[in-house]
């Protein structure tokens, strides 16, 4: 069977899965981080070697403060105190998007993990906070024209190169959970030749079978690019 080596991840559906269940949207939310935890290990176990997860989009601001603020706790609180979990899993993370607009304290948490996982080699892991795909390209390019680099001397090549996933492959398998089908302005230069894979399961309720059947199409699926 062919693997992904990078699978994209749109873990959505937890606020909907919390009120179908008569639960708290915060309870939702708790839903899905654990059940992140156990995708992660499907996914090493099967040989993906990167996983580009939705955390937190650029558009994501416009959401309710209380819950804006819930969810900035529970990435400082995972990623605070699962350093240990994830070294032992062998992941090393990154967290891609607009680092500045978070609190210093989430900066903070931000930069011991990415030092602390910084030599692991299993499975790479993007977090994805405050991000955007627009977004994205245009810092690439704001920082290419900072360096000076004529517009002569762009390519696609040396503009990945200051993408948020610089030095990683592209995306082979987009997997979004709870039901909608868009991209929803994600990674929309490394996506081009993406195979796309929708389930209509809500996140939290996304099982280890769910992960082989995506896996499963993929395999099926003969990949052109374009020839």
Known sequence: MKIPQHIVLFPDGNRRWAKTNNLSINKGYLAGEKNFADFLRWCKS?????????????????????????LMHLFEKYLGEGI???????ARIKIIGQKEKL????????????????NNTAIHINLAVS????WDILQAFKK?????????KITEESLERYLSTAGLP?????????GEMRISNFVLWQAAYAELY????MWPDFNEQ????????FDRRHRRFGS
Do not use: H
């Open 170 to 178: 592209e995306p082979d398998l987009i997997i979004r959970a709870g």
């Open 198 to 201: 929708f389930s209509p399961k």
């Open 103 to 118: 609190s210093p304290s989430l900066q903070q948490v931000i930069k011991n993990v990415e030092s602390a996982t910084e």
């Open 144 to 152: 290419m024209s900072e360096e000076g680099i004529a517009s002569s």
């Open 84 to 90: 240990e979990d994830l070294t032992k899993e062998g």
């Open 46 to 70: 099967r040989g993906v070697k990167v996983i580009t997860v939705f955390g937190f989009s650029t558009e994501n601001w416009k959401r309710p403060k209380q819950q804006v603020n819930f």
């Open 131 to 134: 991000y955007g795909g627009r």
């Open 210 to 217: 769910d992960l082989d059947t995506a896996l499963e199409e």
